[in-house]
């Protein structure tokens, strides 16, 4: 049987791609997980503990810079 290109290829030849595509894109995911930085602990408690900023009247601001020529 033809296994060359995927129009010809049988229902098995199909199942061993995804397979291998699906075990590759959860290997991808897990190197990405364990390589991402650990924050230090104290760095996150001052995060917590940060000021809050309350919003206060809104305010309109407007701007024109065009010239109208009549």
């Known amino acids: 049987m033809n296994n060359y290109t995927m129009n010809t290829a049988d229902r098995l030849t199909h199942l061993k791609i995804v397979a291998v595509s699906l075990v590759a894109g959860i290997l991808v995911v897990g190197v990405g997980i364990a390589a991402r930085p650990q924050l230090p602990d104290m760095s996150t408690r001052l995060e ?6 309350k919003a206060g009247k809104p305010v309109i601001w407007t701007q024109s810079d065009s010239v109208t020529i009549r």
């Open 48 to 53: 917590a503990r940060a000021p809050i900023l």
